[in-house]
């Protein structure tokens, strides 16, 4: 059952883009927001990007991530969680640039009754941050759960090495051009087309918008956020439930034949979907085993 929530405001927030994982990125952005914060009466100098309080929503259709910051600084205020969201939301109105004219990529910042303040990123962003991913070097944890059950890992190898065939039959067929084909480094993988053409400007929205595909994308937010959000975790555990998303999404999206006659963006867009997929488990993997998973069976 969808939870019915009473927007009371709503802005779009200019942001930059440049963070492997969404929370990470938007709790800095309300880290660095705190210092200006002073004009709340609240003592705030206990509060850090690594304290705030910022979960996603549930809905694998839509990326929306709720902030808590009003109920964190409600016991050092005599006013309301709403109240205290109300005013947090117009200083960070107040700060952003006067002219008209927005960047590509947008938020859109919402103030909730009784006091959340929830940041939906746009479609133009996730391309953004799509295309962000591929270039982002792989993070390097201090903590990391050694798994101890590897009864599950050939789902992992099966969709690390289809998702290697898949792009090596693409470049065989000219739909894209790989800077490696050997996928040993798989950082900057595309050559052409780049950037990969997610975004379709005349319908304002991703190519890639069907239900797999949101799904796959979704998966692919889940595992960067509690990669670099939680202080321990199982990267085997990430991997199988990245590969499961990814055996959906090649069931029910078809790349070749008509789809890369007809319609050879999305070809092109699934493509680097793909390729995502196979940079995300590789790193997991890498991660527990000094081997990469095989590239084809």
């Known amino acids: 059952m969808k939870i019915q929530r009473n927007i009371c405001d709503s802005f779009n927030l ?37 304290t705030l309080s910022l979960s996603r929503l549930s809905d694998r259709n839509s990326v929306i991530y709720r902030s808590a910051i009003a109920f964190q600084l409600v016991r050092q205020s005599a006013f309301s969680p709403f109240t205290l969201a109300a005013e947090i939301f117009q200083l960070i109105k107040q700060q952003q640039p006067k002219d008209d004219h927005l960047p590509q990529s947008s938020i859109t910042l919402r103030l909730v009754d009784p006091g959340w303040l929830e940041f939906e990123v746009s479609d133009r962003s996730l391309e953004i941050w799509l295309q962000t991913l591929l270039s982002c070097p792989w993070p390097l944890k201090q903590s990391s759960t050694i798994s101890a059950n590897y009864n599950h890992l050939f789902p992992i190898e099966y969709s690390h090495a289809r998702c290697c065939t898949l792009l090596r039959l693409a470049a065989q067929e000219k739909l894209i051009q790989l800077n490696n084909g050997t996928f040993e480094k798989n950082l900057s993988l595309f050559k052409c087309p780049n950037p990969i053409p997610w975004y379709n400007p005349e319908l ?9 595909e949101r799904s796959l994308i979704s998966q692919m937010i ?6 670099i959000n939680e202080s321990t975790v199982d990267e085997i555990k990430l991997a199988n439930h990245l590969s499961q998303s990814f055996l959906d999404f090649e069931r029910y999206c078809r790349i070749f034949g008509i789809i890369a006659q007809k319609q050879r963006k999305l070809s092109q867009a699934r493509l680097g979907l793909v390729a995502i997929t196979q940079y995300l488990l590789q790193g997991l993997w890498l991660s527990q085993f000094p081997q990469p998973p095989r590239s084809q069976l």
Do not use: C, Y
């Not at 304002?204 to 797999?212: G, P």
């Open 14 to 50: 200019k942001f930059e883009i440049t963070d492997f994982s969404w929370q990470r990125q938007l709790k800095q952005f309300l880290g660095t927001q705190l210092i200006n914060f002073s004009d709340l009466k609240v003592p705030n100098g206990q509060l850090s990007p690594e």
């Open 204 to 212: 304002n929205q991703l190519r890639v918008s069907n239900s797999a």
């Open 222 to 227: 889940i595992t960067t956020d509690r990669l």
